[in-house]
């Protein structure tokens, strides 16, 4: 093809060489299940050249804290520097910490998918296909998509058809769990790797389709599931159980862990229908103007993206929901199509200390002594749209 992901090949490089070198490798990931499914397929490819991976880190969603890359994830890394460190999934906003990171020798790649702010990080390599140069064609690749085609660059042709297969499957469900678009390579992803989920090799999704999946399922039907099942961001020890369950080698262990994940699921699901229906409630008996903005102590940070989908799917209007903390909150954001929730919150990035994400599903974080401030300002940008 033509047009080539800015800095891919210059990161395979580098990848390369410190596999080469027995450089240390460490990776960072969102916790979802895009960030989770990239994380995974880059780990599998760089062990399979015999490279150090020491240590693996996820963001962790349910504290008070930077969205991304952040200042936790130096303390627990910085005891490896000096070292190659990967974010995947997340890193393109988060300035501050990037350029730490760098500062005390971990030599930073970011593997991005999410828009760019006005610049972008100090990182040693930046691959974002949303930053200026970048002139791959397709701007819809989920973090798994990107994180595919370094593996192909990293491998070549030491990629086995087992080892493509198995990434090609986690591909196609980390792009369906972001809800990319299901075209061009997207659609190469999903066409590939959806129809073999049934008869995959990967333990941990065997386990997991032996709890869930009933005889007449479609292939796509199947995919949804694992998906509902497996994005879920709690993390601990740094690692999501959604990533335990797909690197799980043993087929027992991988069994407990997808009965747990289950529960966790249901226990999920029911937190969610609470908290939307209060919001609910509230809003069917007064007027909600333009823009829906509600948060609170007793929401689960976690739980605020689904319940901001679900409200923002009911009422169709810009919805900001957030996790109230002590001094500062942090919440969901999603918007109906043809409105850019990024450029509502840099028109009150003034407000915010940190923000960020895709058109219509991303994140914010604020100081409460704030959070007036941000809803005024967010009224009245939403307000002036619509004339
Ligand atoms: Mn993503």
Known sequence: ???????????AQRIKKAIEKKEKILLFSDSDLDGVTSLVILEEAIRSLGGRIQAICFSERSLEEMHGFNKEAIDFFKKYSPALLITLDCGITNFKEIGLAEKIGLE????????????IPKASIVV??????????????????????LTQALLGNKKTPALKKSFIELTALGTLADMMKESEDNEVFIKEG????????R??????????????DSPKEIARKIISLLNITEVKNHLPKSYLLLVSSDELKAEKIARE????????RLKIREVTQEIEEKFDSQDSGSVIFEGSEDWLLVLTGAVASRICNKFKKPTFIFKKGKQISKGSVRTPKGIDSVKAMRRCGHLLEVFGGHTQASGFTVKNENLD???????????????
């Open 1 to 11: 093809m033509a047009s080539e992901i800015k800095n891919l090949k210059k990161a």
């Open 128 to 149: 974002d296909p949303k930053q200026k140069g970048d002139n791959y064609l397709f701007k819809e690749l989920a973090a798994v998509g990107i994180s595919y085609h």
């Open 108 to 119: 930073t790649i970011i593997v991005d998918h999410h828009q760019i702010l006005d610049k």
């Open 194 to 201: 959806i129809p073999s989920l049934r008869e995959t090799s």
């Open 261 to 268: 994940v289950c529960e966790k699921t249901q226990e999920r």
């Open 203 to 216: 333990p941990g999704l065997r386990a997991l389709l032996k709890v869930v999946a009933e005889s007449e």
């Open 373 to 387: 401030k941000f809803k005024r300002c967010l009224i009245d940008y939403f307000d002036n749209l619509k004339l």
